[in-house]
């Protein structure tokens, strides 16, 4: 059985940086295109970042040139940097992974972590 776990989350404030990781097992990374979506209170899951099988990176218009999409087939792990944060980004973060390309939609992903907390203070 696939199993993804996010890691990395916590508090930080505004400007500052983190780095959230997304370990799988029961199955090879490669296997998958991953993607990190995010989702506030209140607030419908939302798409962050995605990165295909061969390292094809694309990210959503809020996050675009602050946060980064990485994938170690190697150490069946995948990455979200994310550098400038803002209070808005405060979230839950979850990793997914999808048989299918990578994908903006939540519903094309098979399987999701449970999420790891995000929250950026002003």
């Known amino acids: 059985q696939v199993q993804l776990v996010e890691s990395g989350g916590g508090t930080v404030q505004a400007g500052g940086s983190l780095r959230l990781s997304c370990g799988v097992s029961?199955?090879?990374?490669?296997?998958?295109?991953m993607g990190w979506f995010r989702q506030a209170p209140g607030q419908e899951r939302e798409f962050v970042a995605t990165?295909?099988?061969?390292?094809?990176?694309s990210y959503s218009g809020p996050v675009k040139g602050r946060f980064t999409i990485s994938r170690d087939d190697g150490k069946n792990t995948a990455y979200l940097e994310m550098n400038s944060l803002r209070p808005e980004d405060t979230a839950v973060y979850y990793c997914a992974a999808t048989f299918a390309s990578d994908d903006s939609r939540p519903s094309s992903y098979d399987f999701w972590g449970r999420g790891t907390q995000v929250t950026v203070s002003s």
């Open positions: 029961g199955s090879p990374l490669s296997t998958y295109a």
């Open positions: 990165i295909g099988r061969g390292g094809f990176t």
